[in-house]
């Protein structure tokens, strides 16, 4: 089976940045995934890395170590909407099935 | 465009019935995933399928079954609802992993 392993909280203050690590335990690794929820709406994709380094799309980056089986998100210049759920997932063989963790929540103070 | 559209977004059980979500996606998609979410817990998947007429289970699919006849259309089926099947019910497509799953607004079950 598949364990991922990622903080149950993080709060911060507006403009502040965040880092999200989530370490992984699996076989058959294809790559890490990140997913936004907001309280009672569905998950959003963010990223996915699956290559070592880091991916960069906008505000948010997310960097992926298969040697260490580690990953972060990092969320930069943090704004009051950025409050949400926080997943990391992997992906396991060739059918793209996910596997998640049980999620980061983040929130923003003003 | 719609993406992925589930039916109902609220039901209420009776343990012992049964009912179907339904899920459909308009993108074309192959894969196809259910996965349910239980309160501040992260999501299990149930079933998926990678493309008409294929199907295979999930981490959690006791109690689930699934048929997939059209790309579009990935209906799960719970048979004889328990009180552990109340969670919220997400259904997923995906083209390529690089672009990610798209998931619908999800289905609430309670069953009492």
């Known amino acids: 089976g598949q364990s991922l392993e990622q903080p149950s909280e993080v709060t911060a203050v507006e403009g502040a940045i965040v880092q999200i690590n989530c370490t992984y335990q699996?076989?058959?690794?294809?790559?890490l995934s990140w997913y936004q929820q907001h309280d009672g709406g569905a998950p959003t994709f963010l990223s996915y890395?699956?290559?070592?380094g880091l991916e960069e799309t906008g505000r948010f980056s997310s960097f992926l170590s298969r040697s260490d089986s580690y990953g972060y998100l990092l969320l930069q210049e943090l704004q009051m909407k950025d409050s949400a759920s926080y997943f990391c997932?992997?992906?396991?063989?060739?059918?793209?099935?996910?596997?998640f963790g049980a999620g980061t929540t983040v929130t923003v103070r003003a | 465009n719609a993406g992925v559209t589930q039916t109902p977004k609220f039901r209420i059980l009776k343990i012992g019935q049964s009912m179907t979500l339904q899920c459909a996606q308009d993108?074309?998609?192959?894969?196809m995933y259910w996965y349910r979410q239980d309160p501040g817990m992260g999501l299990k998947l149930i079933y998926y399928s990678v493309g008409a007429g294929i199907t295979d289970k999930g981490e959690v699919p006791n109690g689930y079954n699934v048929s997939r006849s059209t790309t579009e259309d990935f209906p799960l089926r719970l048979e004889l609802a328990a009180p552990s099947q109340t969670s919220v019910y997400f259904c997923?497509?995906?083209?390529?992993?690089?672009?990610?799953?798209?998931f619908g607004s999800g289905t609430r079950l309670t069953v009492v």
């Open positions: 699996t076989s058959g690794f294809y790559g």
């Open positions: 997923a497509s995906s083209l390529q992993e690089i672009y990610g799953y798209t």
């Open positions: 997932a992997v992906t396991v063989g060739n059918d793209y099935k996910l596997s």
């Open positions: 890395n699956a290559l070592d």
């Open positions: 993108m074309n998609h192959n894969y």
